[in-house]
């Protein structure tokens, strides 16, 4: 079983407010990515990591940002939410040439 | 064009059907491919993980890989309604840190 966890798994927050998504992973993988999903959708990477003080930009444009402090950890953050960011976020890590492992993700609500 | 095409579906089947679920890529700089099952409002779970062309079993599951043709299935054998889900395939090329993905598979499998 992966050893990637997310919190908070359920979170409904008013427009404007900060929020912060957590990642943590325990197998001590270098890679780790955000990705984007609405219901019934595909998954849309928003942000990826490949060690620690590395971040770059998915392919799909968000107001999100990121940090890579430490290796087991990669928070997503929001400065000020809207409706618009309402979806559900998940959080995935691997090593080189290895599979991917996917959290179970956050579903967030912005009203 | 995407890199990698999957049928959305929905395919319905019977309880105890042979299920065969496909993908198709135009990028021959893949070399591994994965399999994920996703429920409604959870995060993938990681089911195959191939490397070469042939076919890869583990119980239910047989994961097929044909490189010269782009085509990868995964094959599901005695069907069964826990087996309701979206199908995703995943690929990543040698010297890259991406995964593409398909788009996924709607499967309902009826008792």
């Known amino acids: 079983e992966a050893d990637i966890y997310q919190t908070p798994r359920y979170l409904v927050i008013g427009t404007g407010k900060k929020i912060t998504l957590e990642c943590s992973q325990t197998m001590g993988h270098d890679k780790m990515y955000w990705y984007q999903q609405d219901p019934g959708m595909e998954l849309h990477l928003i942000h990826y990591?490949?060690?620690?003080?590395?971040?770059e930009k998915g392919d799909l444009s968000s107001e999100s940002t990121v940090s890579r402090i430490r290796t087991e950890h990669f928070p997503l953050t929001l400065e000020s939410a809207r409706p618009s960011h309402t979806s559900q976020y998940l959080c995935?890590?691997?090593?080189?040439?290895?599979?991917?492992?996917f959290g179970q993700g956050t579903r967030l609500t912005v009203v | 064009q995407k890199e990698v095409e999957q049928d959305p579906g929905p395919l319905s089947v019977p309880e105890g059907a042979i299920v065969s679920l496909n993908c198709t890529y135009s990028?021959?700089?893949?070399?591994?491919f994965m399999w994920y099952r996703q429920y409604s409002r959870k995060g993938p779970e990681l089911l195959m993980y191939?490397?070469?062309?042939g076919n890869k079993e583990d119980g239910r599951f047989t994961a097929q890989v044909d490189k010269s043709s782009k085509y990868i299935s995964l094959f599901i054998r005695d069907s069964q309604p826990s087996d309701s889900a979206t199908y995703l395939c995943?690929?990543?090329?040698?010297?890259?840190?991406?995964?593409?993905f398909g788009g996924g598979t709607r499967l309902m499998v009826k008792p």
């Open positions: 995943a690929m990543l090329h040698n010297a890259g840190n991406m995964l593409t």
């Open positions: 990028n021959s700089a893949f070399q591994y």
């Open positions: 191939t490397y070469s062309s």
């Open positions: 995935a890590s691997r090593d080189t040439h290895t599979e991917a492992f």
């Open positions: 990591s490949y060690g620690v003080n590395s971040t």
